[in-house]
T-cell receptor, first 114, second 113 residues
C-alpha cells in the first residue's frame, strides 16, 4: 500500500550513460514533483507537474527530461550522465498543487556515477 | 522571495532530554510553514504544519511547533526525545504567491545515550 513508490532504489552506472527513474503514486493526487538531494542533504526542486502539465522547471540541465504519461506517474530520464549527477532523487506528490497542501515523498533513488 | 534558515546543522541531545530545533523564515506575504522528518535511507515525512489559526501546532511523535510572526520563527520542540528520533529535520515555507516549497538546509538531530 505504498503511497509514492520509486524504482529503482539504487542506480549505479557509468558516466555518459542514459538512465530513467520511475515514480508512481496511488494517493489520487494531481501534482507530482522531482527533487534532488545532494550529499549535504540540501533538497532542491527540479520539476513539478500538475495533471500531466509542466508547471515548475527549475534551472536544470536539459539532459534531464521529465515525462508524465498520466497524473499518477512522473518519470525522470537523464541523458549523458555526469559525475555531478550523483545524488538522491526524490519523487513527491500533493493534492491540487496548492501551497498549503503537504507533499508525500517516495523513499528516493540513490544514483551513483562511476 | 521567500527563504528559510535553519541555524543549526546538527543538534546533539541526551535521550529523554528536551530539544528545540530552530527555524526562521523570510517572506513579504502570509506563509504556510511545515516541518518534515527524514529518517535514514527514507524520504521526507510530514511532522506538522501551520496554515492559519492557533500558533501552537501539534504533530506526530510528540513534536510541536510555535509560529511567531513577529520573530518570523517556527521552532520545533519535543519535551523528551527518544533514540528513534534520530533523523534529519527540515523546515519549509510556501505561500499563495509561490508555486513551490522552499526547504531549509536541514538539522540533524543526534540522540546521545
Amino acid at each position: 500500500d505504498t503511497a509514492v513508490s520509486q524504482t529503482p532504489k539504487y542506480l549505479v552506472t557509468q558516466m555518459g550513460n542514459d538512465k530513467s527513474i520511475k515514480c508512481e503514486q496511488n494517493l489520487g493526487h494531481d501534482t507530482m514533483y522531482w527533487y534532488k538531494q545532494d550529499s549535504k542533504k540540501f533538497l532542491k526542486i527540479m520539476f513539478s507537474y500538475n495533471n500531466k502539465e509542466l508547471i515548475i522547471n527549475e534551472t536544470v540541465p536539459n539532459r534531464f527530461s521529465p515525462k508524465s504519461p498520466d497524473k499518477a506517474h512522473l518519470n525522470l530520464h537523464i541523458n549523458s550522465l555526469e559525475l555531478g549527477d550523483s545524488a538522491v532523487y526524490f519523487c513527491a506528490s500533493s493534492q491540487g498543487g496548492s501551497p498549503n497542501q503537504p507533499q508525500h515523498f517516495g523513499d528516493g533513488t540513490r544514483l551513483s556515477i562511476l | 522571495a521567500q527563504s528559510v534558515t535553519q541555524l543549526d546543522s546538527q543538534v546533539p541531545v541526551f535521550e529523554e532530554a528536551p530539544v528545540e530545533l530552530r527555524c526562521n523564515y523570510s517572506s513579504s506575504v502570509s506563509v504556510y510553514l511545515f516541518w518534515y522528518v527524514q529518517y535514514p535511507n527514507q524520504g521526507l515525512q510530514l511532522l506538522l504544519k501551520y496554515l492559519s489559526g492557533s500558533t501552537l501546532v501539534k504533530g506526530i511523535n510528540g513534536f510541536e511547533a510555535e509560529f511567531n510572526k513577529s520573530q518570523t520563527s517556527f521552532h520545533l520542540r519535543k519535551p523528551s526525545v527518544h533514540i528513534s528520533d534520530t533523523a534529519e529535520y527540515f523546515c519549509a515555507v510556501t505561500s499563495n504567491r509561490d508555486d513551490k516549497i522552499i526547504f531549509g538546509k536541514g538539522t540533524r538531530l543526534h540522540i546521545l545515550p
